[in-house]
T-cell receptor, first 114, second 113 residues
Framework: GAVVSQHPSRVICKSGTSVKIECRSL??????MFWYRQFPKKSLMLMAT?????????EQGVEKDKFLINHASLTLSTLTVTSAHPEDSSFYIC??????????FGPGTRLTVT | AQSVTQLGSHVSVSEGALVLLRCNYS??????LFWYVQYPNQGLQLLLK??????LVKGINGFEAEFKKSETSFHLTKPSAHMSDAAEYFC???????????FGKGTRLSVIA
């Protein structure tokens, strides 16, 4: 399967600042990538679907101006949390659509906003 | 829209006992079904997947699952639990290659020595 990396793995930022999370596909060209959010002891909630070269499609209730997604190439997608607040603290996981209906997941990024 | 329901947010078994984690799905078209495991503070690891081939699917670490269309179920089993199986398990469904996986709420498996 494809290898997906995320950077950083952990980040702590102050309230009001912006944080960028990178998701890279190391050995697979991903036309479609997904961003999920996971609260402690909860399931993964889809935030948005991004297709290379076009605007992301956000799920209902996800603020597109707060969570900026850029799928600039077939191997890189970024999620920027703008003006972060403590309630944005969460585990963010990217995933790319691979072959055989499988999705390949990154290791996740733990964001803590103080 | 498709969805999955995992019965039991927490399952506790003794070491060596049978593991049974339940998953029922809802889909208007033939689904593709997956089980993932997540260890604390880690990402997801694919255990197994059903993609319309054999209904009994064998995965890693001794797990297997059976797709039962009549029951709309895809329960995960393992004959003998090991301490290292303690983790969070997620059932997930998708209907096409480029649509996202939809996850169940998860079942936390505890293994008692």
């Amino acid at each position: 399967g494809a290898v997906v990396s995320q950077h950083p793995s952990r980040v702590i930022c102050k309230s009001g600042t912006s944080v960028k999370i990178e998701c890279r596909s190391l050995d697979f060209q991903a036309t479609t990538m997904f961003w999920y959010r996971q609260f402690p002891k909860k399931s993964l909630m889809l935030m948005a679907t991004s297709n290379e070269g076009s605007k992301a499609t956000y799920e209902q209730g996800v603020e597109k101006d707060k969570f900026l997604i850029n799928h600039a190439s077939l191997t890189l997608s970024t999620l920027t949390v703008t003006s972060a607040h403590p309630e944005d603290s969460s585990f963010y996981i990217c995933s790319l659509a691979g072959d055989s209906y499988e999705q390949y997941f990154g290791p996740g990024t733990r964001l803590t906003v103080t | 829209a498709q969805s999955v329901t995992q019965l039991g947010s927490h399952v506790s078994v003794s070491e060596g006992a049978l593991v049974l984690l339940r998953c029922n799905y809802s889909s208007s078209v033939p689904p593709y079904l997956f089980w993932y495991v997540q260890y604390p503070n880690q990402g997801l690891q694919l255990l197994l997947k059903y993609t319309s081939a054999a209904t009994l699917v064998k995965g890693i670490n001794g797990f297997e699952a059976e797709f039962k269309k009549s029951e709309t179920s895809f329960h995960l089993t393992k004959p003998s639990a090991h301490m290292s199986d303690a983790a969070e398990y997620f059932c997930a469904v998708k209907v096409t290659g480029n649509t996202p996986l939809v996850f169940g709420k998860g079942t936390r498996l505890s293994v008692i020595a």
